[in-house]
């Protein structure tokens, strides 16, 4: 593209893939951050920062709340943007997803840390609240204060 100064996407394995690059779609060229609503700062950085243990990247205002935001890193960059709203905890869907090597080891750090694990009563958990993902792998999901909820996956 003239006077862009945009990088080649790199290829990704899905079907789809060859129409977004003929069609050229402007936004595959950019990172993606989540926007998650909480109705407490406070509450929310001591569960993100202490017991998920996400790096601060930046803090900032929140609509009219000096000190209402946080952008967290996670996989090398901006990943997860947290910020008061009094929309906060409105929706029971997976709202991220972290897709790690060992769902075992996370999943027992987190839990040591005070995260507790959601267990759906039609899926069957192991003793650790990790059950089998549709189309294979494990997959265990947890809530922040709020009750937003995030899932880790593992092909494993």
Do not use: C
């Not at 006077?3 to 993606?32: A, C, D, H, K």
């Not at 209402?68 to 090398?76: D, K, L």
């Not at 790690?100 to 005070?114: C, H, N, P």
């Amino acid at each position: 593209m003239v006077g862009t100064n945009v990088e080649e996407p790199q290829t990704i394995p899905w079907p789809g893939w060859s129409r977004v690059r003929e069609w050229g779609m402007p936004l595959s060229r950019y990172q993606l951050r989540t926007s998650i609503a909480v109705s407490d700062i406070q509450q929310a950085v001591a569960f993100y920062e202490g017991k998920l243990g996400l790096p601060v990247l930046q803090s900032g205002p929140s609509a009219s709340i000096a000190d209402g935001s946080r952008v967290y890193g996670s996989g090398g960059g901006p990943a997860l943007n947290v910020y008061q709203s009094a929309t906060a905890g409105k929706t029971p869907a997976t709202l991220a997803t972290w897709y790690v090597d060992d769902i075992d080891q996370v999943v027992a750090e987190l839990a040591s840390s005070g995260v507790e694990f959601v267990r759906y009563d039609e899926f069957h958990h192991d003793a650790n609240g990790i059950t089998a993902r549709a189309g294979g792998g494990r997959i265990a999901w947890f809530q922040d204060p709020d009750g937003n909820t995030f899932a880790l996956e593992s092909d494993a």
